[in-house]
């Protein structure tokens, strides 16, 4: 075996080394070995899959998967004693999508998945609604949480916030644009957004021309306030515009209105989104 001892090796900027695998690491200090840190804006333009680096910008440890920058550890906001407020925050910061602690004025801190990448990013998870528990989602309180963790898009059944905790959230985040409410129907690829001027009550009826039936099909979109009749609960409209809306619950007194509904449509399950 061939042994090589150098004090120092220099290499130009973007150098490519080649070792043949397998390979053996060893280091013998104890001191720590130090990774490349850059900020955000600095990370490569063209990352290899496995490329790990310190992110200077939210103080982070994270790795390029070949499609995204995952953060590994998260030594700033969003953390266990450093939540966040809202997703906004950490969207401001350059924070890929994933798990974080959220924590809205005056309430509960909770481990919340966070999209960054989709419609301006910033959206904090706060209902994962299934047909399978039909109604359950018709509900002012939370639903099937555990501990603090808040819910997931692989949840079998419905885990939702409560209107009071997504209330806060609202009211904590900086976003002033038009739609801050985002339900995203997955069983028939539908997407409402709601009027950011709409305050969270998911069992009340959202009819008579409410900033929760001022809705449209695209982020930030022209909004249509489509005048529902009383059956429609929470968010949207059931009834008015042919499959075009859908609404939160419908006619719960029936008993078997299942998930997201609308009259052409039918059910769905899928999620609600809050910025």
């Given at each position: 075996m061939s042994e090589l001892r150098v004090n120092k090796i220099a290499v130009n900027t973007d150098p490519s080394i080649e070792i043949a695998s397998p390979m053996n690491v060893t280091n013998s200090g104890t001191a720590g070995m130090p990774i490349p840190v850059g900020t955000t804006a600095q990370r490569h333009s063209t990352p290899t899959k496995g490329m790990l680096r310190w992110n200077s910008t939210y103080d982070g440890l994270e790795v390029w998967t070949g499609t995204t920058w995952f953060?590994?550890?998260?030594?700033?906001i969003g953390t266990v004693n450093n939540p966040a407020p809202n997703g906004v925050a950490l969207k401001a910061l350059g924070l890929p999508s994933g798990v974080y602690y959220i924590k809205p004025t005056n309430e509960a801190?909770?481990?919340?998945?966070?999209?960054?990448?989709?419609?301006g990013g910033g959206w904090v998870l706060c209902a994962r609604v299934t047909t399978a528990s039909c109604q359950a989602h018709?509900?002012?309180?939370?639903v099937g949480l555990g501990g603090n963790l808040g819910p997931r898009t692989g949840d079998s059944t419905t885990t939702k916030m409560s209107d009071d905790w997504m209330n806060a959230l609202r009211s904590s985040s900086t976003y002033s644009g038009s739609t801050a409410f985002w339900m995203e129907a997955t069983g028939f690829g539908k997407n409402v957004f709601i009027s950011s001027a709409a305050t969270v009550n998911l069992v009340s009826s959202a009819s008579t021309n409410n900033e929760r039936t001022r809705i449209s099909t695209t982020y930030e979109g022209s909004l249509s306030d489509r005048d529902p009749n009383t059956g429609t609960r929470g968010f949207g409209d059931h009834h008015t515009s042919s499959g075009t809306y859908f609404a939160w619950g419908r006619h719960p007194e029936d008993g078997n209105n299942c998930g997201?509904?609308?009259?052409?449509?039918?059910?769905?399950?899928?999620?609600?989104w809050v910025k």
């Open positions: 953060t590994l550890l998260n030594g700033g801190s909770y481990q919340m998945y966070v999209d960054n990448d989709r419609n018709i509900n002012n309180g939370s997201f509904r609308e009259d052409t449509n039918g059910s769905s399950s899928g999620f609600l």
